[in-house]
């Protein structure tokens, strides 16, 4: 086993979860898996891949900056609980 149920209690009680006795040896077995997969994976020669940041090649995907014409202000102001006329008015935050 690469991690012990004592080691899962203590991650449990830092983040402050409390679990059964059968969610602790499911969580136990469950991350061990984890864990040998990761081994596993460790085992491959990735030496000449190069790294990536996305699984599939994208290039830019952002739309161009372009000006274009916004709501008007009648219009966005016309559902606000209160306005001055130019924005929202909300209470003040202390």
Same mark, same amino acid.
């Given at each position: ?17 409390? *679990?059964? %006795? ?8 469950? @991350? +061990? %898996?984890?864990? @040998? ?9 990735? #030496?000449?891949?190069?790294?990536? *940041? ?9 739309? +161009? ?9 009648? #219009? ?7 306005? %001055?006329?130019?924005? *929202? ?6």
């Amino acid at each position: 086993m690469k991690i012990s149920r004592k080691e899962v209690e203590h991650v449990a009680s830092l983040a402050r979860l409390k *679990f059964s %006795d059968e969610e602790m040896e499911m969580f136990t077995r469950q @991350i +061990n %898996d984890i864990l @040998i997969y990761m081994d596993k994976l460790n085992e491959l020669d990735t #030496k000449d891949v190069p790294p990536t *940041f996305h699984a599939m090649e994208k290039e830019n995907a952002f739309r +161009n900056d372009e000006i274009r014409p916004s709501l008007e202000i009648e #219009k966005v102001l016309s559902n606000a609980p209160a306005d %001055d006329g130019e924005s *929202f008015v909300v209470p003040k935050v202390f």
